[in-house]
């Protein structure tokens, strides 16, 4: 079965900061890897996804995540955090057969400080 | 217009009863979710339907049942409800998931079983 693995449950920065959020998969076929982001109180949205095109993929607020498949590893960037960035961020993986269903990471609570 | 609606967005009650949650998608989605998110904001897929066949049913207890009248909607229906049911539950929708089709997610129904 596919997994994703966030490490770190909670990362915090500074207002125009880097931000850097890590995502590494386990996956017996090419996966499809998705970022989404929870505002409090809020549903999910989808910031981005990898489906086996380009492996650098730009996504809405200015987000960036790169598929590394030698480090299976599909970490989310941002080049200067904003005070609204501050959410829930949530890797995901398919799983086949069918990639029927979404597999969430634990997700990981981004913090910024003005 | 909102994509991907559920009702209530807050349900509290009894243990023992017996509660519906209803979802609707206007995308003209064939596949629709429902997820549920714990107190630790763990993210775990419970049943998916496909053009009102059930597709996915991860060992939920049989307490829950959905139900697809169309597939437009997705509801529901929990049985003698517990305390372990207090949750946040997510209804999604997507039209090819086989191919990395994102998954649309509604707002959540918050349910606090006392």
């Known amino acids: 079965a596919q997994s994703v693995t966030q490490l770190g449950s909670h990362v915090s920065v500074s207002e125009g900061a880097l931000v850097l959020l890590r995502c590494n998969y386990a996956?017996?076929?090419?996966?499809?890897l998705f970022w989404y982001v929870q505002y409090p109180n809020q549903g999910l949205q989808l910031l981005l996804k990898?489906?086996?095109?380009?492996?650098r993929v730009k996504g809405i607020n200015g987000f960036e995540a790169e598929f590394k498949k030698s480090e299976t590893s599909f970490h989310l960037t941002k080049p200067s955090a904003h005070m609204s960035d501050a959410a829930e961020y949530f890797c995901?993986?398919?799983?086949?057969?069918?990639?029927?269903?979404?597999?969430f990471g634990t997700g990981t609570r981004l913090l910024v400080s003005p | 217009d909102t994509a991907v609606s559920q009702t209530p967005k807050y349900l509290v009650t009894q243990m023992g009863n017996d509660k519906s949650i209803k979802c609707e998608q206007n995308?003209?989605?064939?596949?629709m979710y429902w997820y549920k998110q714990d107190s630790k904001k763990f993210l775990k897929i419970m049943f998916s339907y496909n053009n009102k066949e059930l597709i996915i049913n991860e060992t939920v207890p049989n307490r829950f049942s959905p139900k697809s009248p169309d597939k437009a909607h997705l509801n529901l229906h929990i049985n003698s409800l517990e305390l372990g049911d207090s949750a946040v539950y997510f209804c999604a929708s997507s039209q090819r998931p086989s191919e990395g089709e994102t998954q649309y997610f509604g707002p959540g129904t918050r349910l606090l079983v006392l």
């Open positions: 990898y489906t086996s095109a380009a492996t």
């Open positions: 995308l003209g989605h064939d596949t």
């Open positions: 996956s017996s076929v090419p996966p499809y």
């Open positions: 995901a993986v398919s799983d086949p057969p069918g990639f029927q269903k979404l597999v």
